[in-house]
């Protein structure tokens, strides 16, 4: 391969090629005309020292970078080289690629070079092989999770995850991921040097989601329609030699661009929208009149350093509205107790890094801004009570603890295990488990401290179980269980906080963390039942010892009426708060008749066989999840439980909410409005108070269903992309490039509790316009 003397697209040539074989001399040829239409038109403008790759006709995949020129050789061959500016690496790859781009210019030029390049070769030796060699054991079928792609690994093959319980972060895990592009025959498009003059935004391009290079280099474009963010999955998009004056800043949304070429067009200003870009490695500019500033950053710093630019000076985007309140009508608040639940994995300080969230604003990541959006979230909520996640013990000793004392709140932590083999310092870095309760309104009779490896140690049925000790044990996850008592009714109530194994190649260990969670629930609601009710005078000193006004003089924002949690007025104290005293205290027959909230982080998808063994109280032993490992009893007998459990969100046949028993869970769930975080979820509940009658069993006082009715059939049911029909209401709880769905729920006991009000979904207009969370308004993905 050689440069034509005459090339239209070089004005300066390479006359020494620094890669040319010393053996090989090729013809110069002389009076060359303009590049043929050959589909054997060299790749590249100079002969290699090594031979052109082959490539499947079907996968055109852009350039491979070429070694580096010398930098006198280069400046002589660059018709925009700067005098004086020193030639660096970043840009010698720049004015090569540009280099050759312009060599492309004939029509379809990738498309007939890749079909050139994928002829077959006839091939002369006939392969010898070993009749005697032993053949490898077939490969395992890959690993089942609709929603995530195989586990990212390092470059000595270990897999990348959290810390485990004995050693301190070493690098950070990739979070869940999307599926993969839709699958197609072909996944390259080259519409490149056919003089297109216009791409109107209902050009059926734009609806191959499935294309991952785009050639629309060397027409006559004079605008590129919005349209583009369409086709999400693209890795490289050539715009060169157009037209072109502005780029739309929509194309910041195909965050999988890795190479982005908009050589030898006349566009003066970038659109800062282009920072989210993270994955780029070449952003090619040369041939356009930028600014000095942008080519400077790009000749000195390379293309990350224009993209961290533009990401860290662009303007946050609108505030998003408010997210509404689905209340159900037909509940009756006036005969029930309520309460009101949140949940949210805040996003560590240590695992909130620009390699993972590369697509965010440092000011935006950085914890000193996230936490106040947090504590900012938390507070207007105002729920009686708060699950969260990733909290560290620094946050939680110095900042929560601190700020939310002020409303109110009492708060109870558990750190993971490996937090007891640290020094202090790197003690207060490890995250855990907390749960913050209003203690002028609730009494906190115990809490439990579930680590995951430890109660798997504890089952004899696991003892020889090689699975437990090469999957379970090591991961190091914890939940956090709170028996509490109502200071004026003396109602009990149970809430779980726990965080789940993100990976998704251990969906059994999903599986068994939740398993042994609801055992250790079963035996605290048990030992709960048994204990003996407190006297109402007991209930009535407590309040006189506490401003019960505390939460109404803060002045914060509350749930809608009727909705937030029951803060009574100093004139009711003497009937205990405005429920009535000549009242029974509860007593509970077994501990299936006290209300019980599980929150938490699942990182599990509705299709899961997480979510069906929570809301189906009963899972197969031979569960796909389970991938065929022992786990004792789980899978000899299968998975049950009696807790009646029911996600808040979940959406019954037809798309309309439904609820059972009495005592409503009204929340907060998903992915944050109003600068809260994206992985909230919530509940207000209403209802049982757990009366004795003749038989001493607990009867509610009052049942609060949602009839499925027409009025609320406005409330549509969401349809995760690309897994079974979801019956959540909220469309996601994560929201990042590669991943958006639910992950995260609060389960109430159906038996005992109903849903009264849910917050609903995030603004789809407003999630259209960004990449994902972290940002500006959401402080946790």
């Not at 899978?635 to 459990?645: A, I, N, R, V």
């Amino acid at each position: 391969m050689y440069y034509p003397n005459n090339s239209p697209a070089i004005q300066t040539k390479l006359p020494n090629d620094p890669w040319q074989r010393s053996h090989l001399q090729l013809p110069q040829p002389q009076n060359v005309g303009p590049p043929p239409t050959s589909p054997g038109y060299p790749l590249y403008p100079h002969p290699l020292s090594h031979p052109t790759l082959h490539q499947h006709p079907h996968h055109q995949n852009h350039y491979p970078s070429p070694p580096s020129l010398q930098p006198h050789v280069l400046a002589q061959g660059s018709p925009a080289s700067v005098p004086g500016q020193p030639m660096t690496q970043h840009w010698q790859q720049q004015l090569l690629k540009c280099e050759m781009i312009r060599s492309s210019r004939s029509p379809h030029h990738r498309a007939r070079a890749s079909a050139m390049a994928s002829r077959n070769v006839t091939k002369s030796a006939i392969p010898i092989t070993n009749p005697n060699a032993v053949k490898s054991p077939e490969q395992q079928p890959a690993n089942r999770d609709s929603t995530a792609t195989p586990l990212s690994e390092s470059t000595n093959g270990t897999a990348l995850d959290h810390p485990s319980s004995t050693v301190a972060p070493v690098a950070e895990a990739p979070r869940q991921s999307s599926s993969r592009p839709p699958d197609h025959v072909w996944t390259a498009l080259d519409m490149g040097g056919i003089n297109i003059k216009n791409l109107p935004p209902t050009s059926g391009l734009f609806s191959f989601s499935f294309l991952i290079n785009l050639y629309l280099n060397h027409n006559a474009l004079t605008s590129i329609p919005p349209e583009i963010a369409q086709l999400r999955h693209l890795e490289l998009l050539d715009l060169s030699g157009n037209a072109l004056e502005t780029l739309p800043p929509e194309i910041g949304m195909l965050v999988n661009l890795k190479e982005f070429y908009i050589f030898d067009n006349r566009i003066q200003i970038l659109p800062p929208e282009l920072g989210t870009l993270h994955q780029l490695q070449t952003l090619g500019i040369e041939g356009n009149p930028l600014d000095v500033f942008v080519k400077s950053l790009v000749q000195k710093d390379g293309t990350a350093a224009l993209i961290s630019h533009l990401r860290d000076t662009c303007p946050p985007p609108p505030e998003p509205p408010a997210r509404p309140w689905h209340s159900y009508p037909d509940s009756d608040l006036s005969a029930s107790e309520t309460f009101s639940v949140i949940c949210s994995n805040i996003l560590c300080e240590k695992y909130a890094t620009e390699r993972l969230y590369g697509y965010t604003p440092q000011w935006a990541l950085s914890w000193e801004y996230r936490k106040e959006l947090i504590l900012s979230d938390l507070r207007n909520y105002d729920a009686d009570f708060i699950c969260l996640q990733e909290v560290d013990i620094g946050q939680y000793e110095d900042y929560f603890t601190k700020n939310l004392s002020e409303n109110g709140y009492t708060g109870i932590y558990w750190p993971k295990g490996r937090a007891k083999n640290l020094s202090e310092h790197d003690r207060r870095r490890v995250d855990g488990c907390a749960t913050f309760y209003k203690s002028h309104k609730f009494q906190l009779i115990e809490s439990h401290l579930v680590d995951y490896s430890a109660c798997a140690m504890q089952r004899s049925d696991f003892k020889k179980t090689d699975d437990m000790f090469n999957r379970v044990l090591g991961k190091d996850h914890i939940a956090t269980i709170c028996l509490f008592e109502n200071k004026f009714t003396g109602t009990r109530i149970v809430v779980a906080n726990t965080h789940i194994i993100w990976d998704p190649n251990y969906a059994d260990v999903k599986l068994v963390q939740t398993a042994l969670l609801i055992q250790e629930i079963e035996k605290c609601v048990d030992e709960f039942a048994s204990f003996p009710p407190r006297r109402l005078e007991e209930m009535e000193d407590d309040d006189e010892e506490n401003d019960v006004s505390s939460s109404a003089a803060t002045g914060l924002q509350t749930p809608p009426p009727g909705l937030g949690s029951r803060t009574p007025s100093r004139s009711s104290k003497r009937r205990t708060n405005g429920y009535s005293k000549t009242r029974k205290a509860p007593t509970y027959s077994d501990g299936t008749k006290i209300p019980v909230i599980v929150a938490g982080d699942f990182n599990s998808v509705p299709s899961s066989g997480v979510y069906e063994f929570l809301s189906n109280g009963t899972l197969s032993k031979d569960h796909e999840d389970l991938k065929g490992h022992l786990y004792g009893k789980y899978t000899s007998e299968g998975m049950k439980h009696k807790l009646g459990l029911r996600s808040a969100y979940y959406m019954g046949p037809g798309g309309v909410p439904t609820t059972a028993g009495a005592q409503k869970v009204d929340g907060a769930g998903g992915s944050h409005a109003n600068g809260t975080t994206s992985g909230v979820n919530g509940v207000q509940t209403n209802g049982i108070n757990g009366h004795t009658n003749g038989s001493g069993s607990s009867t509610p006082s009052s049942v609060t269903k949602v009839k499925q009715t027409s009025s609320n059939s406005s409330i549509p049911a969401y349809r995760i992309p690309g897994t079974p029909e979801s019956n959540e209401l909220l469309r996601l709880t994560n929201y990042t490039p590669s991943y958006q769905g639910v992950l995260d729920y609060i389960w109430y006991s159906s038996g005992n509790l109903g849903v009264n009000a849910v917050l609903g979904n995030v603004d789809e207009k407003y999630l259209e316009k960004v990449v994902g969370f972290p940002n500006a308004h959401f402080p946790s993905e």
